[in-house]
């Protein structure tokens, strides 16, 4: 059975860092898309990150330059870095891996979920 587990949310002052990880297991992923997607309340699931198999990356502009996201092929592994932190990040982050080895920037293309982590930025 497949399982995505999120972890590394929490509570940061604007300007304030945090690092998401997100473990997999039931199967490798080495071949296939990751991404971050955040929910905040009363909108819609927005893309946030991707990485490819060849960590070939993709971003929202909203985090470009401030967010990084890596993969840990051996350890079957994602992260997202988040610096520089806005009010406006608040949301529930969710790890998801791809149906594709490209690089999707919609959900409808993921496969996977996880069950999502809070993170709430205060100004």
């Known amino acids: 059975q497949v399982q995505l587990v999120e972890s590394g949310g929490g509570l940061v002052q604007a300007g304030g860092s945090l690092r998401l990880s997100c473990a997999a297991s039931?199967?490798?992923?080495?071949?296939?898309?990751m991404g971050w997607f955040r929910q905040a309340p009363g909108k819609e699931r927005e893309f946030v990150a991707a990485?490819?198999?060849?960590?070939?990356?993709s971003y929202a502009d909203s985090v470009k330059g401030r967010f990084t996201i890596s993969r840990d092929n051996a350890k079957n592994t994602s992260a997202l870095q988040m610096n520089s932190l806005k009010p406006e990040d608040t949301a529930v982050y969710y790890c998801?891996?791809?149906?594709?080895?490209?690089?999707?920037?919609?959900?409808?293309?993921?496969?996977?979920w996880g069950q999502g982590t809070q993170v709430t930025v205060s100004s």
């Open positions: 990485i490819n198999w060849s960590r070939i990356t």
């Open positions: 039931g199967r490798t992923f080495s071949n296939y898309a």
């Open positions: 998801a891996v791809a149906a594709t080895a490209f690089l999707p920037l919609t959900s409808s293309n993921y496969k996977y």
